[in-house]
């Protein structure tokens, strides 16, 4: 069946160090989606990206945070200079419509 | 006043019981509700999306919306151990669009 893959699981950073999160979307999708958790708080959105630009942003989503698909399978989320606020868990999800489907996240630890 | 709402629990049931999880939302714009399935440190697993009131089966698994009272519901018959876990509901408004978690209600099913 196929899945949506993130790498890295786990990657510990010190602030002010820039980080990129990687995700390979299922193929035939045409949405992509990166969402947030911080421990024991409520998954949020934080960017949607549809024909190669961002559809729609969260107010969480400043000028630290980009996106990119460099290429016709990855899809990726950089944060420029990490603060300690942005330990969470990342989560990249894709749609082919309405349903989406997740990754299995990349926790992120800054220091 | 948040958009999606849900009781975070925690919710324990004995093996075999019917397990009743609930939502409300309050945005009319609403157009179709999902439900996921998260272990901890997992990515969120779609269990259900239906779009229109009324219900819907799969297996042991009902998703019951209310576009009238603006209320969600997933029934789980004979719950097992293995259905402990935090189950999220979230509604979106447009294809392709973000979606809108709610808090999540941690389950744990005891044999």
């Known amino acids: 069946e196929p899945e949506v893959t993130q790498t890295p699981s786990h990657q510990v950073t010190q602030m002010g160090q820039e980080v990129i999160l990687r995700c390979v979307p299922i193929?035939?999708?045409?949405?992509f989606y990166w969402y947030r958790q911080i421990l024991g708080q409520k998954v949020e959105f934080l960017v949607s990206f549809y024909n190669n630009e961002i559809s729609e942003k969260s107010e969480i989503f400043d000028d630290q945070f980009s996106v990119e698909r460099p290429d016709g399978s990855n899809f990726t989320l950089k944060i420029r200079s990490t603060k300690l606020e942005d330990s969470a868990m990342y989560f990249c999800?894709?749609?082919?419509?309405?349903?989406?489907?997740f990754g299995e996240g990349s926790r992120l630890t800054v220091l | 006043q948040k958009e999606v709402e849900q009781d975070p629990g925690p919710l324990s049931v004995p093996e075999g019981a019917i397990v009743s999880l609930n939502c409300t939302y309050s945005?009319?714009?609403?157009?179709?509700f999902m439900w996921y399935r998260q272990y901890s440190r997992k990515g969120p697993e779609l269990l259900m999306y239906?779009?229109?009131?009324g219900n819907k089966e799969d297996g042991r698994f009902t998703a019951q919306v209310d576009k009238s009272s603006k209320y969600i519901s997933l029934f789980i018959r004979d719950s097992q151990p293995s259905d402990s876990a935090t189950y999220l509901c979230?509604?979106?408004?447009?294809?392709?669009?973000?979606?809108?978690f709610g808090q999540g209600t941690e389950l744990s099913v005891k044999p």
């Open positions: 193929s035939n999708h045409l949405y």
């Open positions: 999800a894709s749609s082919y419509a309405n349903e989406l489907f």
């Open positions: 239906t779009y229109s009131s």
């Open positions: 979230a509604s979106g408004e447009v294809e392709g669009g973000k979606l809108i």
């Open positions: 945005n009319s714009a609403f157009q179709y």
